[in-house]
């Protein structure tokens, strides 16, 4: 009997241990999916907020103008702004007149030009061209700048508001693809600059950092993995190229302005040093996972090589090197994602500079698309505001790609041992 009772309450004690650790680990189970939840939604609302304010960049508002082209065709701003007048004969003060020009863009005359220079037979008749209109006046289209602001919150005047109307209702205003956007460099006036400068900038940088990065962190990799001694030499390696792997990447764009443009005397603002400096960034990203890769493969790979009479260089790099591949490409992947969002580094280097040419090379000027992300956000007008939120989904969007196809080779590759 007493046995019994013995055994009921040690069962019941158990019963009571299994229960408490079932709870706990619902409790843990639900913390976490709380945790991802709130991770996702905050995601979604940041995403949601960046694309609300940047999808208006992708839409331009175009004004049609009817203009007599002179025979001489020399003075195209004129030409211009006889055309607006034209258009509103009404306007006779300077002041108000002054106020029709700012219905359109500065680079009105520019095409114009372009236009007239390529066909020059367009001299002396009267050309219908689409030309984009100033910032305010796209900002007030596109609804991002509301018509009811007092006058003093306002860069536009109620004469300009009529006219937009009366342009609207003639058909001669309208809102269509932004290629500007894509196609163009960095510019003073918001509703001409867009980021295919940076964007170059930055693939020629990324091109430079993985013709660096790659070879040399994988030799590194392989070499403290599988062919270094365990010296305290190669431990003091070790160790540095952790701590390396967490620090701040302004100390990487100090080293490279103190080292490639001091030292080498490398061109500023080019490519080359911004590659070698995101280089410097992401080598010990790609050491550690490619060390983490290489560990993963079993040994029984190696000694089966040497056993049928490999080396230890032909069992590394014929046997074990391709079956961790998968895990080094994934690193090396989201140490080059890491490196195309890096502002502060390139900044240190020069490539702030304000390019409006494309890069033909990595030694030519150029800047990147996180800092032209820091340019639009620092200028004042309002316009550049949906610039730079465009700018940041552009950005966003190579971050995501790469990301997704580190993810994608890692499951289509990975070999689970």
Request: positive net charge.
């Given at each position: ?27 843990f189970r639900r913390m976490g999916i709380a ?28 004004v049609q103008l009817d203009v007599a082209v ?348």
């Amino acid at each position: 009997m007493t046995e019994n009772l013995e055994l009921e309450a040690k069962r019941l004690r158990m019963s009571a241990i299994r229960e408490k650790r079932h709870r706990a680990e619902t409790r843990f189970r639900r913390m976490g999916i709380a945790a991802v939840s709130v991770g996702l939604v905050f995601l979604a609302v940041l995403f949601g907020v960046v694309l609300a304010s940047g999808f208006s960049a992708f839409q331009q508002t175009v004004v049609q103008l009817d203009v007599a082209v002179d025979h001489t065709g020399d003075n195209f701003q004129g030409m211009v702004k006889r055309s607006l007048r034209d258009a509103f004969p009404d306007v006779k003060s300077r002041r108000h007149k002054r106020e029709l020009y700012g219905l359109v863009s500065s680079d009105a005359a520019y095409q114009l030009k372009d236009r007239v220079q390529e066909k020059p037979a367009l001299a002396g008749k009267t050309v219908s061209l689409w030309v984009p209109a100033s910032d305010d006046i796209d900002m007030v289209v596109k609804g991002r700048i509301s018509r009811d602001l007092p006058p003093d919150q306002r860069r536009f005047t109620d004469r300009q508001l009529v006219w937009i109307d009366a342009l609207q209702a003639a058909g001669q205003l309208k809102t269509q693809f932004n290629w500007e956007f894509f196609t163009s460099g960095d510019s003073r006036e918001p509703e001409l600059a867009g980021i295919a400068v940076a964007t170059l900038g930055s693939l020629f940088s990324l091109l430079v950092c993985l013709a660096m990065s790659f070879p040399l962190g994988v030799l590194t990799a392989v070499y403290l993995e599988e062919f270094s001694p365990r010296t305290r030499w190669t431990d003091f390696i070790e160790v540095n190229i952790n701590n390396l792997a967490a620090v701040p990447s302004i100390v990487f764009g100090l080293l490279g302005l103190a080292v490639f443009l001091n030292v080498f005397n490398l061109p500023r603002s080019a490519p080359l040093v911004g590659g070698m400096v995101l280089a410097l960034m992401t080598l010990p990203t790609i050491i550690i996972t490619g060390r983490a890769a290489l560990k993963a493969v079993p040994p029984s790979i190696r000694e089966a090589a040497l056993a049928v009479g490999a080396s230890p260089l032909q069992a590394v790099f014929h046997h074990v090197l391709p079956l961790a591949m998968p895990g080094v490409l994934t690193g090396t992947i989201i140490g080059t994602a890491r490196a195309l969002g890096e502002t502060a580094p390139l900044l240190m280097i020069g490539m702030v500079a304000f390019i409006v040419d494309m890069p033909e090379s990595i030694l030519s000027p150029a800047t990147a698309l996180p800092v032209q992300v820091f340019l639009w956000a620092d200028s004042p007008e309002r316009a550049f505001e949906e610039r730079t939120a465009a700018a940041i989904l552009i950005l966003l969007v190579f971050t995501i790609v790469m990301n997704l196809a580190a993810v994608l080779l890692r499951k289509k590759y990975e070999i689970r041992w």
